[in-house]
Nanobody
């Protein structure tokens, strides 16, 4: 069983930065990801990181967001810079008990475990 707890959300103005954290109770090798869901929209994959540290990003956040992890602390991060109003959403961390992340990493069905979410609001 994997328990994920997000923190770090909040409200910022456009152009600002936030760092989200996701504390995990599971220490084995996993593929982890950040998703987001805006009101009235489907949940979408933002970034993923494999057990070996390889990362993949959605085009909409590439060069602005950075996913990383601290294995010693079992914590996943999402550094978000140059935030835009369209980044406003509930952000979720997710995990699958596999070392590698699949090509279909943006599909919710690939992940067995989810956090409760943390709200990010970006004002113009």
């Amino acid at each position: 069983q994997v328990r994920l707890v997000e923190s770090g959300g909040g409200s910022v103005q456009a152009g600002g930065s936030l760092r989200l954290s996701c504390a995990a109770t599971y220490s084995r090798r996993i593929c982890a990801a950040w998703f987001r869901q805006a009101p009235g929209k489907e949940r979408e994959g933002v970034a993923t990181i494999a057990s070996d540290g390889r990362t993949t990003y959605a085009d909409s956040v590439k060069d602005r967001f950075t996913i990383s992890k601290d294995n010693a602390k079992n914590t996943l991060y999402l550094q978000m810079n140059s935030l835009k109003p369209e980044d406003t959403a509930m952000y979720y961390c997710a995990a699958r008990v596999r070392a590698d992340c699949p090509d279909t990493w943006r599909s919710e069905r690939e992940y067995q475990y989810w956090g409760q979410g943390t709200q990010v609001t970006v004002s113009s």
